[in-house]
């Protein structure tokens, strides 16, 4: 059973760093791209960064570029979004999933179809 678990979040205060950990179980991950998302309260979902499989080539939303970074373990079946430098403006519920066609992040990554999907940890930055 194809399955993706999210961890890592909690309340943080602004200027501080978190890490998330997504880790898969019931398949390789190494043959697939992973995507983080969030949501905030009120707000669409919206995404944050997209990991490939093999080559590692990585996509970030504008909002997050130069703060945030996504990595992938294959041996942990874990992939990992380093978050730094927080802002209130990133308390949300975060989500990862994998892409549901091919392995690759493509240049259009917002706009694709996603399955699979975590349940989420809650991330929160406030003084």
């Known amino acids: 059973q194809v399955q993706l678990v999210e961890s890592g979040g909690g309340l943080v205060q602004p200027g501080g760093s978190l890490r998330l950990s997504c880790a898969a179980s019931?398949?390789?991950?190494?043959?697939?791209?992973v995507a983080w998302f969030r949501q905030a309260p009120g707000k669409e979902r919206e995404g944050v960064s997209c990991i490939s499989s093999s080559d590692n080539n990585t996509y970030y939303a504008d909002s997050v570029k130069g703060r945030f970074t996504i990595s992938k373990d294959n041996a942990k079946s874990t992939v990992y979004l380093q978050m730094n430098t927080l802002k209130p403006e990133d308390t949300a519920v975060y989500y990862c999933?994998?892409?549901?066609?091919?392995?690759?992040?493509?240049?259009?990554?917002?706009?694709?179809?996603?399955?699979?999907w975590g349940q989420g940890t809650r991330v929160t930055v406030s003084s």
């Open positions: 999933a994998l892409l549901a066609f091919g392995n690759t992040c493509p240049q259009a990554w917002l706009s694709v179809k996603y399955r699979s």
């Open positions: 019931g398949f390789t991950l190494n043959y697939y791209a």
